[in-house]
Protein backbone atom coordinates (compact mmCIF):
# COMPACT_ATOMS: atom_id res chain seq x y z
CA UNK A 1 0.00 0.00 0.00
CA UNK A 2 0.96 3.17 -0.70
CA UNK A 3 1.57 5.88 1.58
CA UNK A 4 -1.49 8.26 2.45
CA UNK A 5 -2.28 11.75 3.18
CA UNK A 6 -3.37 12.22 6.89
CA UNK A 7 -4.31 15.84 8.25
CA UNK A 8 -4.35 16.77 11.91
CA UNK A 9 -4.33 20.05 13.94
CA UNK A 10 -0.59 20.72 14.58
CA UNK A 11 -0.32 24.09 17.08
CA UNK A 12 -4.06 24.66 15.93
CA UNK A 13 -3.04 25.24 12.30
CA UNK A 14 -4.16 22.21 9.90
CA UNK A 15 -1.25 20.41 8.35
CA UNK A 16 -1.27 17.34 6.09
CA UNK A 17 1.53 15.05 5.66
CA UNK A 18 2.11 12.09 3.30
CA UNK A 19 2.78 8.81 5.64
CA UNK A 20 3.95 5.88 4.99
CA UNK A 21 2.11 2.33 6.29
CA UNK A 22 2.12 3.07 9.86
CA UNK A 23 4.32 5.73 10.46
CA UNK A 24 4.69 6.99 13.66
CA UNK A 25 3.18 10.62 14.70
CA UNK A 26 6.94 10.88 16.28
CA UNK A 27 8.40 10.42 12.83
CA UNK A 28 6.18 13.10 11.16
CA UNK A 29 6.63 15.06 13.72
CA UNK A 30 10.29 15.42 14.09
CA UNK A 31 11.40 14.48 10.24
CA UNK A 32 8.67 16.55 8.32
CA UNK A 33 7.42 18.97 10.79
CA UNK A 34 10.40 20.04 12.11
CA UNK A 35 8.79 19.53 15.98
CA UNK A 36 12.47 18.11 17.31
CA UNK A 37 11.37 18.81 20.75
CA UNK A 38 9.26 15.36 20.38
CA UNK A 39 12.70 13.21 21.02
CA UNK A 40 13.29 10.06 19.39
CA UNK A 41 14.36 8.25 22.51
CA UNK A 42 13.71 4.64 23.60
CA UNK A 43 10.54 3.91 20.94
CA UNK A 44 9.70 1.49 23.41
CA UNK A 45 7.11 3.95 25.04
CA UNK A 46 9.47 3.25 28.37
CA UNK A 47 11.13 6.90 28.66
CA UNK A 48 8.45 9.50 27.97
CA UNK A 49 10.83 11.73 25.91
CA UNK A 50 8.47 11.52 22.86
CA UNK A 51 5.22 12.92 25.00
CA UNK A 52 2.79 14.71 23.20
CA UNK A 53 -0.30 15.87 23.74
CA UNK A 54 -3.18 14.70 21.64
CA UNK A 55 -6.60 16.42 22.07
CA UNK A 56 -4.99 17.39 25.39
CA UNK A 57 -4.36 14.29 26.62
CA UNK A 58 -0.46 12.91 27.05
CA UNK A 59 0.54 10.16 24.79
CA UNK A 60 3.30 8.49 23.15
CA UNK A 61 4.25 9.56 19.52
CA UNK A 62 6.64 6.92 19.49
CA UNK A 63 3.63 4.72 19.87
CA UNK A 64 1.46 5.97 17.84
CA UNK A 65 0.01 5.21 14.13
CA UNK A 66 0.17 9.13 13.06
CA UNK A 67 -3.24 7.76 10.87
CA UNK A 68 -4.76 6.69 14.23
CA UNK A 69 -4.63 10.83 14.81
CA UNK A 70 -6.41 11.70 12.00
CA UNK A 71 -8.25 15.24 12.57
CA UNK A 72 -7.23 15.53 16.07
CA UNK A 73 -5.30 18.35 17.64
CA UNK A 74 -1.71 17.77 18.69
CA UNK A 75 0.11 20.04 20.58
CA UNK A 76 4.19 19.93 20.91
CA UNK A 77 6.63 22.10 23.11
CA UNK A 78 7.24 24.09 19.92
CA UNK A 79 3.19 24.80 19.98
CA UNK A 80 3.73 26.12 23.42
CA UNK A 81 6.57 28.04 23.43
CA UNK A 82 5.64 31.53 23.00
CA UNK A 83 7.12 33.80 20.31
CA UNK A 84 9.08 35.68 22.76
CA UNK A 85 9.25 34.55 26.46
CA UNK A 86 8.73 31.21 27.83
CA UNK A 87 5.34 29.39 28.82
CA UNK A 88 5.26 29.35 32.74
CA UNK A 89 6.21 26.10 32.74
CA UNK A 90 8.66 26.64 30.99
CA UNK A 91 9.70 29.35 33.14
CA UNK A 92 9.54 27.03 35.85
CA UNK A 93 11.73 24.95 34.74
CA UNK A 94 14.30 27.55 34.21
CA UNK A 95 14.23 28.88 36.99
CA UNK A 96 13.93 25.40 39.57
CA UNK A 97 17.07 24.28 37.21
CA UNK A 98 14.53 21.30 36.24
CA UNK A 99 16.90 20.40 33.73
CA UNK A 100 21.15 19.51 32.70
CA UNK A 101 21.28 17.94 29.77
CA UNK A 102 17.74 18.86 28.78
CA UNK A 103 16.77 15.42 26.85
CA UNK A 104 13.94 14.83 28.79
CA UNK A 105 12.52 18.23 29.50
CA UNK A 106 10.30 18.36 26.39
CA UNK A 107 8.20 15.45 27.76
CA UNK A 108 8.24 16.28 31.06
CA UNK A 109 6.53 20.05 30.34
CA UNK A 110 4.42 18.67 28.25
CA UNK A 111 3.24 16.41 31.01
CA UNK A 112 3.22 19.10 33.37
CA UNK A 113 1.33 20.91 31.13
CA UNK A 114 -1.32 18.01 30.90
CA UNK A 115 -1.04 17.74 34.68
CA UNK A 116 -1.76 21.51 35.78
CA UNK A 117 -4.55 21.47 33.21
CA UNK A 118 -6.08 18.61 34.39
CA UNK A 119 -5.25 19.24 38.16
CA UNK A 120 -4.56 22.78 39.25
CA UNK A 121 -3.00 22.07 42.50
CA UNK A 122 -1.54 18.70 42.51
CA UNK A 123 0.03 17.26 45.52
CA UNK A 124 3.39 15.88 45.66
CA UNK A 125 2.38 12.15 45.14
CA UNK A 126 -0.13 13.16 42.06
CA UNK A 127 3.12 15.21 40.75
CA UNK A 128 5.26 11.76 41.27
CA UNK A 129 2.76 9.13 39.52
CA UNK A 130 1.91 11.79 36.65
CA UNK A 131 5.39 11.66 36.33
CA UNK A 132 5.86 7.70 36.67
CA UNK A 133 6.61 7.20 32.70
CA UNK A 134 9.02 9.94 32.27
CA UNK A 135 12.48 9.10 32.77
CA UNK A 136 15.24 11.43 33.89
CA UNK A 137 19.28 10.22 34.09
CA UNK A 138 20.28 14.06 35.58
CA UNK A 139 18.61 16.01 37.81
CA UNK A 140 16.92 12.96 40.45
CA UNK A 141 13.65 14.47 39.78
CA UNK A 142 13.88 16.94 42.58
CA UNK A 143 14.18 20.03 40.59
CA UNK A 144 11.71 18.93 37.99
CA UNK A 145 8.97 18.02 40.96
CA UNK A 146 9.93 21.88 42.35
CA UNK A 147 9.65 23.00 38.97
CA UNK A 148 6.11 21.81 38.68
CA UNK A 149 5.07 23.06 42.10
CA UNK A 150 6.16 26.20 41.49
CA UNK A 151 4.18 26.04 38.06
CA UNK A 152 1.40 25.97 40.11
CA UNK A 153 2.08 29.02 41.96
CA UNK A 154 2.50 31.11 39.05
CA UNK A 155 -0.76 29.48 37.52
CA UNK A 156 -2.67 30.71 40.79
CA UNK A 157 -0.85 34.04 40.93
CA UNK A 158 -1.82 34.63 36.88
CA UNK A 159 -5.36 34.42 37.44
CA UNK B 1 9.83 -0.31 8.48
CA UNK B 2 8.57 -3.56 6.86
CA UNK B 3 4.98 -2.68 6.96
CA UNK B 4 3.45 -2.58 3.62
CA UNK B 5 -0.03 -1.26 4.71
CA UNK B 6 -1.80 -0.32 8.02
CA UNK B 7 -5.66 -0.58 7.76
CA UNK B 8 -7.59 1.09 10.09
CA UNK B 9 -11.22 0.04 9.82
CA UNK B 10 -14.17 2.04 11.03
CA UNK B 11 -16.21 -0.57 11.80
CA UNK B 12 -16.49 -4.05 12.78
CA UNK B 13 -17.76 -5.61 10.17
CA UNK B 14 -14.84 -3.80 8.17
CA UNK B 15 -12.11 -5.28 10.74
CA UNK B 16 -13.98 -9.09 10.16
CA UNK B 17 -13.73 -8.51 6.28
CA UNK B 18 -10.87 -7.44 6.62
CA UNK B 19 -9.26 -9.94 8.62
CA UNK B 20 -11.12 -12.67 6.55
CA UNK B 21 -9.16 -10.96 3.41
CA UNK B 22 -6.15 -11.43 4.74
CA UNK B 23 -5.73 -14.00 7.67
CA UNK B 24 -3.66 -14.68 10.17
CA UNK B 25 -0.91 -12.54 8.65
CA UNK B 26 -2.40 -9.57 9.63
CA UNK B 27 -1.38 -8.45 13.19
CA UNK B 28 -4.01 -6.86 14.96
CA UNK B 29 -3.41 -4.11 17.28
CA UNK B 30 -5.36 -1.64 19.25
CA UNK B 31 -3.77 0.85 21.76
CA UNK B 32 -0.11 -0.13 20.40
CA UNK B 33 1.64 -0.12 23.59
CA UNK B 34 3.09 -3.73 23.23
CA UNK B 35 3.15 -4.33 19.41
CA UNK B 36 4.83 -0.55 18.46
CA UNK B 37 7.79 -1.52 20.69
CA UNK B 38 8.67 -4.53 18.96
CA UNK B 39 7.90 -3.25 15.89
CA UNK B 40 9.90 -0.16 16.33
CA UNK B 41 12.71 -2.15 17.66
CA UNK B 42 12.39 -4.87 14.05
CA UNK B 43 11.71 -8.00 16.42
CA UNK B 44 8.29 -8.07 15.19
CA UNK B 45 8.08 -7.49 11.17
CA UNK B 46 4.31 -7.64 10.25
CA UNK B 47 3.43 -6.98 6.69
CA UNK B 48 0.02 -6.05 6.59
CA UNK B 49 -1.44 -4.69 10.22
CA UNK B 50 -4.61 -3.37 11.53
CA UNK B 51 -5.73 -0.79 13.77
CA UNK B 52 -8.73 -1.00 15.70
CA UNK B 53 -8.87 3.02 17.55
CA UNK B 54 -11.36 3.95 14.90
CA UNK B 55 -13.49 1.03 15.10
CA UNK B 56 -15.93 2.18 17.31
CA UNK B 57 -15.43 -0.39 20.05
CA UNK B 58 -14.60 2.23 22.96
CA UNK B 59 -17.58 3.08 24.63
CA UNK B 60 -18.11 1.94 28.85
CA UNK B 61 -21.40 1.65 29.11
CA UNK B 62 -23.40 0.33 32.18
CA UNK B 63 -26.30 -2.16 31.23
CA UNK B 64 -28.53 -3.19 34.06
CA UNK B 65 -26.02 -5.35 36.67
CA UNK B 66 -23.34 -5.43 34.31
CA UNK B 67 -20.63 -3.52 32.74
CA UNK B 68 -20.13 -3.73 28.77
CA UNK B 69 -16.44 -2.58 28.38
CA UNK B 70 -15.36 -1.79 24.66
CA UNK B 71 -12.22 -3.64 23.51
CA UNK B 72 -10.63 -0.67 22.42
CA UNK B 73 -11.84 1.68 25.55
CA UNK B 74 -8.74 2.73 27.38
CA UNK B 75 -7.38 1.81 31.12
CA UNK B 76 -7.70 5.85 31.43
CA UNK B 77 -11.57 5.12 30.77
CA UNK B 78 -11.25 2.47 33.49
CA UNK B 79 -9.83 4.57 36.03
CA UNK B 80 -12.77 6.61 36.09
CA UNK B 81 -14.85 3.94 36.60
CA UNK B 82 -15.29 4.55 40.40
CA UNK B 83 -18.01 2.04 40.85
CA UNK B 84 -16.00 -1.00 40.17
CA UNK B 85 -13.42 -0.37 42.51
CA UNK B 86 -11.41 -3.16 41.51
CA UNK B 87 -11.01 -2.26 37.87
CA UNK B 88 -10.65 1.27 38.28
CA UNK B 89 -7.42 0.34 40.61
CA UNK B 90 -6.15 -2.11 38.76
CA UNK B 91 -6.00 0.20 35.81
CA UNK B 92 -4.51 3.11 37.83
CA UNK B 93 -1.51 0.54 38.90
CA UNK B 94 -1.10 -0.27 35.39
CA UNK B 95 1.98 1.55 33.47
CA UNK B 96 1.95 5.63 33.52
CA UNK B 97 -0.58 7.99 32.52
CA UNK B 98 0.15 8.24 29.05
CA UNK B 99 0.12 4.61 28.30
CA UNK B 100 -3.08 4.58 30.47
CA UNK B 101 -3.98 7.22 27.79
CA UNK B 102 -3.31 4.85 24.70
CA UNK B 103 -3.49 0.88 25.81
CA UNK B 104 -7.11 -0.66 25.76
CA UNK B 105 -8.58 -3.22 27.93
CA UNK B 106 -9.33 -5.59 24.81
CA UNK B 107 -5.13 -5.26 24.40
CA UNK B 108 -4.54 -6.12 27.89
CA UNK B 109 -6.15 -9.65 27.71
CA UNK B 110 -2.95 -10.23 24.78
CA UNK B 111 -0.22 -8.83 26.95
CA UNK B 112 1.73 -11.07 27.71
CA UNK B 113 3.35 -11.49 32.07
CA UNK B 114 4.55 -9.87 33.83
CA UNK B 115 1.55 -7.38 32.20
CA UNK B 116 -1.89 -7.98 32.05
CA UNK B 117 -3.27 -6.39 35.74
CA UNK B 118 -6.41 -5.02 34.39
CA UNK B 119 -6.67 -8.84 32.72
CA UNK B 120 -6.24 -10.48 36.21
CA UNK B 121 -8.78 -7.53 38.26
CA UNK B 122 -11.06 -8.87 35.00
CA UNK B 123 -10.69 -12.69 35.84
CA UNK B 124 -11.10 -12.31 39.69
CA UNK B 125 -14.69 -10.22 38.50
CA UNK B 126 -15.92 -13.42 36.36
CA UNK B 127 -15.88 -11.09 33.43
CA UNK B 128 -17.28 -13.34 29.85
CA UNK B 129 -15.54 -11.74 26.81
CA UNK B 130 -17.67 -11.31 23.42
CA UNK B 131 -15.56 -12.32 20.27
CA UNK B 132 -17.38 -11.22 16.91
CA UNK B 133 -16.15 -13.78 13.70
CA UNK B 134 -17.74 -14.49 10.55
CA UNK B 135 -20.39 -16.53 11.57
CA UNK B 136 -21.53 -13.80 14.31
CA UNK B 137 -21.03 -13.18 17.96
CA UNK B 138 -20.61 -15.25 20.90
CA UNK B 139 -19.44 -15.07 24.30
CA UNK B 140 -17.44 -17.26 26.71
CA UNK B 141 -15.82 -16.97 30.30
CA UNK B 142 -12.76 -15.34 30.72
CA UNK B 143 -11.59 -18.68 32.25
CA UNK B 144 -12.42 -20.33 28.93
CA UNK B 145 -10.27 -17.37 27.30
CA UNK B 146 -6.60 -18.30 27.76
CA UNK B 147 -5.43 -21.32 26.21
CA UNK B 148 -1.92 -21.11 26.91
CA UNK B 149 1.35 -18.37 27.15
CA UNK B 150 0.17 -15.95 24.46
CA UNK B 151 -2.57 -18.28 22.86
CA UNK B 152 -6.03 -17.88 23.28
CA UNK B 153 -9.20 -19.70 22.28
CA UNK B 154 -9.90 -16.98 19.58
CA UNK B 155 -9.73 -18.18 16.23
CA UNK B 156 -7.96 -16.08 13.46
CA UNK B 157 -10.73 -14.81 11.99
CA UNK B 158 -12.55 -13.50 15.27
CA UNK B 159 -12.55 -10.01 17.28
CA UNK B 160 -12.76 -9.38 20.68
CA UNK B 161 -14.88 -6.58 20.67
CA UNK B 162 -16.00 -6.21 24.58
CA UNK B 163 -15.35 -7.80 27.68
CA UNK B 164 -18.67 -7.89 30.34
CA UNK B 165 -18.40 -7.29 34.27
CA UNK B 166 -21.14 -8.89 36.32
CA UNK B 167 -20.97 -5.93 39.29
CA UNK B 168 -21.88 -8.35 42.14
CA UNK B 169 -22.11 -7.43 45.10
CA UNK B 170 -18.85 -8.23 47.49
CA UNK B 171 -15.63 -7.18 49.00
CA UNK B 172 -13.16 -6.67 46.48
CA UNK B 173 -9.04 -6.37 46.55
CA UNK B 174 -6.09 -5.89 44.57
CA UNK B 175 -2.59 -6.09 45.43
CA UNK B 176 0.11 -5.57 42.64
CA UNK B 177 3.77 -5.63 44.03
CA UNK B 178 6.23 -4.24 41.80
CA UNK B 179 9.94 -2.87 42.06
CA UNK B 180 8.32 0.40 42.75
CA UNK B 181 5.02 2.28 43.54
CA UNK B 182 4.48 3.46 39.73
CA UNK B 183 5.45 2.44 36.15
CA UNK B 184 6.16 -1.10 37.10
CA UNK B 185 5.82 -4.37 36.00
CA UNK B 186 4.32 -6.76 38.51
CA UNK B 187 6.46 -9.42 40.38
CA UNK B 188 3.11 -10.71 41.08
CA UNK B 189 -0.65 -9.27 41.10
CA UNK B 190 -3.07 -11.04 43.32
CA UNK B 191 -7.07 -10.06 42.86
CA UNK B 192 -9.98 -11.18 44.79
CA UNK B 193 -13.87 -11.28 44.65
CA UNK B 194 -15.59 -12.00 47.85
CA UNK B 195 -19.09 -12.21 49.57
CA UNK B 196 -19.24 -13.41 53.38
CA UNK B 197 -22.25 -13.67 55.44
CA UNK B 198 -21.00 -12.65 58.91
CA UNK B 199 -17.60 -13.60 59.00
CA UNK B 200 -18.16 -16.50 56.70
CA UNK B 201 -17.09 -16.70 53.10
CA UNK B 202 -19.99 -17.57 50.92
CA UNK B 203 -17.75 -17.37 47.69
CA UNK B 204 -14.13 -16.31 46.57
CA UNK B 205 -12.23 -15.83 43.86
CA UNK B 206 -8.72 -15.21 43.53
CA UNK B 207 -6.51 -14.55 40.43
CA UNK B 208 -3.21 -14.16 39.98
CA UNK B 209 -1.23 -12.32 37.44
CA UNK B 210 2.41 -12.53 36.18
CA UNK B 211 3.30 -15.71 38.09
CA UNK B 212 1.87 -18.31 35.33
CA UNK B 213 1.61 -17.94 31.71
CA UNK B 214 -1.61 -15.86 31.94
CA UNK B 215 -4.12 -14.85 34.24
CA UNK B 216 -5.16 -17.89 36.38
CA UNK B 217 -7.41 -18.82 38.79
CA UNK B 218 -6.30 -19.98 42.25
CA UNK B 219 -8.63 -22.63 42.48
CA UNK B 220 -7.13 -24.99 44.89
CA UNK B 221 -6.54 -22.07 47.23
CA UNK B 222 -10.48 -20.72 46.76
CA UNK B 223 -12.02 -24.43 47.30
CA UNK B 224 -9.88 -23.73 51.28
CA UNK B 225 -11.56 -20.81 51.86
CA UNK B 226 -14.90 -21.07 50.83
CA UNK B 227 -17.12 -21.53 53.77
CA UNK B 228 -14.12 -20.69 56.24
CA UNK B 229 -13.78 -17.46 58.33
CA UNK B 230 -10.77 -17.25 57.25
CA UNK B 231 -8.91 -18.38 59.91
CA UNK B 232 -5.11 -18.11 60.15
CA UNK B 233 -5.16 -21.57 59.64
CA UNK B 234 -6.99 -21.24 56.49
CA UNK B 235 -5.16 -18.61 55.51
CA UNK B 236 -2.06 -20.37 55.88
CA UNK B 237 -3.18 -23.23 53.72
CA UNK B 238 -4.42 -21.20 50.85
CA UNK B 239 -1.25 -19.04 50.46
CA UNK B 240 0.98 -22.34 50.85
CA UNK B 241 -1.45 -23.98 47.89
CA UNK B 242 -1.51 -20.61 45.80
CA UNK B 243 2.34 -20.73 45.85
CA UNK B 244 2.13 -24.40 45.00
CA UNK B 245 -0.29 -23.73 42.13
CA UNK B 246 1.84 -20.53 40.45
CA UNK B 247 3.97 -21.31 37.14
CA UNK B 248 6.12 -18.21 36.97
CA UNK B 249 8.57 -17.24 34.31
CA UNK B 250 11.57 -15.58 35.24
CA UNK B 251 12.57 -12.46 33.73
CA UNK B 252 14.42 -8.90 34.13
CA UNK B 253 11.85 -7.92 36.84
CA UNK B 254 12.04 -11.02 38.91
CA UNK B 255 13.01 -14.63 39.80
CA UNK B 256 10.77 -17.30 39.26
CA UNK B 257 11.65 -18.36 42.86
CA UNK B 258 10.80 -15.29 44.31
CA UNK B 259 7.57 -14.79 42.14
CA UNK B 260 6.04 -18.24 43.21
CA UNK B 261 7.20 -17.03 46.90
CA UNK B 262 5.90 -13.64 46.47
CA UNK B 263 2.63 -15.33 45.42
CA UNK B 264 2.03 -16.76 48.36
CA UNK B 265 3.03 -13.85 50.49
CA UNK B 266 0.39 -11.68 48.62
CA UNK B 267 -2.76 -14.38 48.61
CA UNK B 268 -1.97 -14.35 51.67
CA UNK B 269 -2.05 -10.60 52.81
CA UNK B 270 -5.06 -10.18 50.07
CA UNK B 271 -7.15 -13.09 51.98
CA UNK B 272 -5.94 -10.97 55.40
CA UNK B 273 -7.66 -7.95 53.88
CA UNK B 274 -10.80 -9.69 52.74
CA UNK B 275 -11.20 -10.48 56.25
CA UNK B 276 -10.85 -7.26 57.90
CA UNK B 277 -7.52 -8.01 59.45
CA UNK B 278 -4.24 -5.79 59.32
CA UNK B 279 -1.46 -7.98 57.23
CA UNK B 280 0.90 -10.15 59.05
CA UNK B 281 4.51 -10.69 57.37
CA UNK B 282 5.40 -13.73 56.16
Request: hydrophobic share 45%; net charge negative; charged share 20%.
Amino acid sequence: MASVIVGFKLAGREVEVMASPLATLQQVLRTQLGHTSVKDGCRQGGCGSCTVLVDGEPMLSCLLPVQDIAGRSVTTLEALTPAEGLHPVQRAFLDANGFQCGYCTPGMEMLAVALLEHNPQPTREEIEDALGGNVCRCTGYEPIIEAITAATGSREAGR
Amino acid sequence: MTVSSYFLPASVPEALGLLGEHGPELLVIAGGTVAMPLINEGISLPGRVMGLRRAGLDRVERAGAELRVGATATLTQLVGQGDVPLLAEAASRTASWSVRNMATVGGNLFTPPPGGDVATALLALDARVVVAGPAGERTLPLTAFWTGFMTTALASDELVTSIIVPLDEGRTAFLKFGRRRANTPAVVTVAAHATLEHDRVVSIRLALGAAAPHPVRLTRAEAVVAGSSLEPAVIDEAAALAAEDADPVADAVASDWYRRRMTGVFVRRILEQLAGRAGRDA
